[in-house]
């Protein structure tokens, strides 16, 4: 699919502003209705799921907060280059999460440095504590710097490295193979299983590929058969994204067969692979049965003051909700949704009533700010 016929091609500030402000709207409305049941689920328009509805509370959970402590590392070691400083990526970005460790209360052995604070530690929401990760916890508190030939929790593949992984692939002008690199290695600092740095690998490049100018169909191929021809990979992640393409091809399907197919995004590769479907089943024109149908009721065709939406913010509110309408880890799914659409659309994509309710804004718009500050120099 290309850009909405009219439209200007997305600028990378917009892409990048976009993508972490679409990740902390889709992550809001995981979070909010993460304690639904079925049932609740699929009273949805047509037993669907939550087509349409908007965060209640517009908090964001550990999955924004860990996103925008990556934009920290990556800024802090962008910075360390271009003063003509060689920093290493990974220990900025372990430096940062570190920061975000004591900031949920947890402290680390004395082994492990002290990281001095800087702009992003000011902000109260990103120092509450949302059902933060247990691994990426753990694998902090070990105050081990984990490296992928010897990474802390070699068995966990948990969502929690999968979903703060968006900005690498929001880095320009580095390879392909870099941005998987980055992505992979900086996964190490917490889940040490093959399957969750490859889900995150592959999640960046995803992400990369977007922000490059490439459409989403032809993106979600290439990157699901990127993740097929990686040497050592698991089966898990080429499975589930395959899994994901051809259910796509079906359009809109029920919470329970989107959970019985893709699994509950508990895992790396499921909530990658939700998320994919997503934005995929969704996409105007795909399938027959999704966006684009009047089911008579609150479609994100329009918003509460009779507005009708345009294309990348109906997308983007038919896309999220249903990455979040199963019964699973909503917020991680939601989050990585918003990331793609945010990443491919730009800002354009992100329904005004729902930034007015987003938590924290300015934290997350500070931060883009600086990413784009450091990688195009403009303000």
Not at 12 to 23: D, E, P
Not at 280 to 294: K, Q, R, V
Request: charged residues 15%.
């Amino acid at each position: 699919m290309s850009i909405e016929p009219g439209s200007s091609v997305p600028a990378l500030k917009s892409r990048i502003h976009g993508c972490l402000l679409g990740g902390a709207l889709g992550d809001s409305l995981g979070y909010t209705i993460g304690t639904q049941s079925v049932e609740e689920v699929r009273r949805g328009p047509g037993g669907r799921g939550i087509t349409g509805s908007g965060p209640v509370t517009g908090a964001f959970s550990d999955e924004t907060q860990l996103t925008l402590y990556t934009v920290d590392g990556l800024v802090e070691a962008l910075e360390w280059a271009n003063s003509g400083v060689g920093a290493d990526v990974n220990a900025c970005l372990w430096l940062a999460y570190l920061r975000w460790l004591a900031a949920q209360g947890e402290a680390a052995p004395a082994s492990a440095p002290t990281p001095q604070p800087r702009w992003i530690d000011g902000h109260a929401a990103l120092r509450q504590r949302r059902n933060p990760s247990a691994t990426c916890i753990s694998g902090l508190a070990t105050g081990e710097m984990g490296t992928s030939v010897r990474p802390v929790n070699p068995g966990s593949k948990d969502f929690g490295t999968v979903v703060r992984s968006a900005p690498f692939g929001l880095i320009p002008h580095i390879a392909p193979d870099a941005v998987y690199k980055l992505s992979a290695d900086a996964a190490s600092l917490t889940h040490g299983h093959p399957a969750a740095r490859q889900a995150a690998g592959i999640f960046s490049l995803l992400v990369h590929r977007l922000v490059s100018g490439e459409g989403l169909p032809d993106a979600a191929s290439s990157v699901t058969a990127h993740a097929r021809a990686l040497g050592g990979v698991e089966p898990e992640l080429p499975e589930r994204l395959e899994a994901a393409l051809s259910l796509a091809t079906r359009g809109v399907v029920t919470p329970e067969e989107l959970t019985h197919t893709l699994g509950d995004g508990r895992t790396a590769e499921e909530a990658l692979a939700v998320a994919l479907y997503a934005v995929l089943a969704t996409l105007p024109g795909a399938a027959s049965g999704n966006a684009g149908e009047d089911d008579g009721g609150t479609d994100g065709g329009g918003t509460d003051n009779g507005v009708a939406d345009t294309l990348p913010v109906r997308h983007f509110r038919e896309a999220v909700s249903l990455a979040v309408s199963h019964v699973g880890q909503g917020d991680a799914t939601g989050s990585l949704a918003g990331n793609i659409l945010g990443a491919f659309y730009g800002e354009e994509c992100l329904p005004a009533d729902w930034l007015e309710s987003l938590e924290a804004p300015e934290a997350i718009r500070g931060m883009a700010k600086l990413l784009v500050g450091v990688t195009i120099g403009e303000g």
